[in-house]
């Protein structure tokens, strides 16, 4: 299958908190998962992407975890400003089974928070 | 180093009509990508073109159609344009093409259909 599940759909958090968001997929051949930031009115913008071969990714306050025995991957945002309120994307592709590098996303999580 | 640029922003067509959108990838990028999103099935791959060839097509009618230039600017076309074709349209050009390739997207087209 080609799906990748994100949860949950909304997120509050109050500033300084840690926001966390959850994907999980179906297909092993997925061997790139980016994150993907969104503000209202805007295109996604790229935030962070991770590899199956290491299983933690970090740039600055965000970081990625992967778990490749579970086939899940998640996005944690340390010391959450208002400024990241967003709505954010995970997503995989891969370059076997006819889907050649196409991203497929999650259905987003809007992330909301409190100063 | 300027971004994915899309032409037109905002667009509202009558049912029936067609529509064509624009797209200028981020110099150096020879892929192109196009996306729908919608509030109900959230970002959908429609296809991506990589030296003036489509390389990759999502599940969407064939009224749904792109093509890609020389200098990389693509276009796409829907024709017939229905209700449930309002959405956001997002172009995303990279480097080559394929897997492992970092997108990046543009502000998109926001298409009304009425």
């Known amino acids: 299958q080609q799906q990748v599940k994100q949860s949950p759909q909304s997120l509050i958090v109050q500033k300084g908190g840690i926001s966390i968001i959850n994907c999980a997929y179906e297909n092993t051949a997925f061997d790139y998962f980016p994150w993907y930031q969104q503000f209202p009115g805007k295109g996604p913008a790229l935030l962070i992407a991770i590899r199956p071969d290491v299983s933690e990714k970090k740039e600055g306050r965000f970081t990625i975890s992967f778990n490749k025995s579970a086939k899940q991957f998640s996005l944690h945002i340390m010391d959450s400003q208002p400024g990241d309120s967003a709505t954010y994307f995970c997503a995989a592709s891969t370059n076997y089974g006819g889907s050649q590098g196409n991203l497929i996303f999650g259905k987003g999580t809007k992330l909301s928070v409190k100063p | 180093k300027a971004g994915v640029t899309q032409t037109p922003r905002y667009l509202i067509k009558t049912r029936g009509q067609q529509v064509t959108l624009s797209c200028s990838p981020i110099?150096?990028?020879?892929?192109v990508s196009w996306y729908q999103q919608t509030p109900g099935q959230g970002l959908q791959f429609l296809f991506e073109?990589?030296?003036?060839?489509?390389?990759n097509k999502g599940n969407f009618p064939g009224r749904f159609s792109g093509r890609q230039f020389s200098n990389s600017r693509s276009e796409m076309n829907v024709s017939t344009l229905e209700l449930g074709d309002s959405a956001l349209y997002l172009c995303?050009?990279?480097?080559?093409?394929?897997?492992?390739?970092?997108?990046?997207f543009g502000q998109g087209t926001r298409l009304t259909v009425v």
């Open positions: 110099s150096g990028h020879r892929s």
């Open positions: 995303a050009s990279s480097l080559v093409w394929g897997s492992n390739t970092e997108a990046f």
């Open positions: 073109y990589f030296s003036e060839t489509q390389r």
